[in-house]
């Protein structure tokens, strides 16, 4: 590699690194720190808040929660809340 290609890769791995702290810091700011996106086995998009342990389930379409969950512990079963 000449340096050229070798200054040329350095600044698109650096543009990278910040490219990925700017959308963690744009998350972080609409209060979307800590959510976990998953999917269920019947393709249902669903959402953990680690911060507080409520799970979001969304319908095919992700236009209607289907379900809001509480978890107390670990181990246990998800507690049922009222969808707001």
């Known amino acids: 590699m000449n340096k050229t290609t070798t200054c040329l890769s350095i600044v698109i791995l650096?543009?990278?690194f910040v490219l990925g702290a700017t959308m963690?810091?744009?998350a972080q700011t609409k209060?979307?720190?800590g959510?976990?996106?998953f999917i269920t086995?019947?393709?249902r998009m669903g959402f953990f808040d680690q911060n507080n342990g409520k799970v979001y389930l969304y319908d095919d379409n992700f236009s209607l929660c289907?379900?809001?969950?509480q978890i107390q512990e670990l181990g246990q079963?998800?507690?049922?809340?009222?969808?707001?």
């Open 35 to 37: 959510v976990l996106p």
């Open 14 to 16: 650096a543009l990278c």
């Open 66 to 69: 289907t379900f809001v969950g």
């Open 41 to 43: 086995g019947n393709n």
């Open 31 to 33: 209060g979307f720190a």
């Open 77 to 84: 079963p998800i507690l049922t809340l009222p969808k707001s």
């Open 24 to 26: 963690q810091g744009k």
